[in-house]
């Protein structure tokens, strides 16, 4: 019951610390005296183990204090390729997360179990890993809060996010390819447009007997024109003959008789 209430209470506080942190810019210590230095790998790689971010907190004061700590995380990855996990000696530390814009804040639900004292000195580690597919650059800050939630000390460090895709640029084609995607293009250009062209009309069926009955006039047409040519040939033949008869008929009654004949009254 005792730990259901210590890891409540841690949960509020936390609330409460993620409600006084500004996302702007980099806090600066309200307490003389206390420095920390944050260390960070100088690349990650995508898809490969968690590397270690650690803070350690110094003092000139004579009173030790209790440390909360407070990692802010600026990125333009997006948050859910990002894994961040405090731990201590003991294992995983419980933190309370949230995400605003670029900035994700990860706050102690308790303080370090450790304390900062004049010539001690206190570390905060983190476990952080980035799943991918992006990259890019990131940036982390340290805050240290007393039991007040009093802000002592800030420091930040950089590092690079390798093997996403930011991480990848793609290669500049060669020479040798750049013309062959040239040639393609050149003779698609000269290539001419052909326009397609309507289909045949099919014939009707008017058509086909409008040319059936040409076609038979056509076959009929010779014999009818020999026909013709004899008749009229006849015609001509016939008229000649009786125009020569009727010649022959006239001459006929024109000529004079060549008989003799007795003069009247020589007969007794």
């Not at 206190?122 to 597919?133: C, E, K, N, S, Y």
């Not at 001419?192 to 309507?198: A, D, G, L, Q, T």
Request: aromatic share 6%; proline share 7%; net charge negative.
């Amino acid at each position: 019951m005792r730990h259901r209430i210590t890891a409540l209470s841690g949960a509020v506080i936390a609330g409460a610390v993620l409600s006084a942190v500004p996302y702007a810019a980099p806090a600066s210590a309200d307490e003389r005296g206390f420095s920390v230095r944050v260390s960070a790998p100088g690349d990650f790689t995508v898809g490969r183990d968690a590397e270690t971010l650690t803070a350690v907190v110094t003092s000139e004061n004579r009173r030790c204090r209790k440390v909360r700590f407070v990692l802010l995380m600026r990125t333009r990855i997006d948050a859910g390729q990002a894994r961040v996990t405090r731990v201590e000696e003991a294992g995983p530390f419980a933190t309370t997360d949230r995400t605003e814009g670029t900035t994700s804040t990860f706050v102690d639900n308790e303080l370090d179990p450790g304390e900062s004292c004049r010539g001690r000195t206190l570390t905060g580690r983190w476990q952080v890993a980035f799943d991918g597919p992006d990259g890019g650059d990131v940036q982390f800050e340290v805050r240290a809060f007393d039991e007040q939630n009093t802000l002592l000390t800030a420091a930040g460090a950089s590092a690079e996010v390798e093997g996403g895709r930011e991480a990848e640029p793609e290669p500049e084609p060669s020479e040798s390819e750049s013309e062959e995607a040239a040639e393609p293009e050149e003779s698609e250009e000269a290539a001419p447009i052909v326009e397609e062209s309507e289909p045949p009309l099919a014939p009707s069926d008017t058509d086909n007997a409008d040319a059936a009955l040409i076609a038979n006039e056509s076959a009929l047409l010779g014999p009818g024109l020999i026909i013709g040519g004899i008749c009229v040939f006849l015609g001509v033949m016939l008229l000649l003959r009786l125009r020569s008869r009727s010649r022959q008929t006239r001459i006929a009654e024109q000529s004079p008789p060549t008989g003799f004949y007795s003069a009247p009254g020589s007969y007794r």
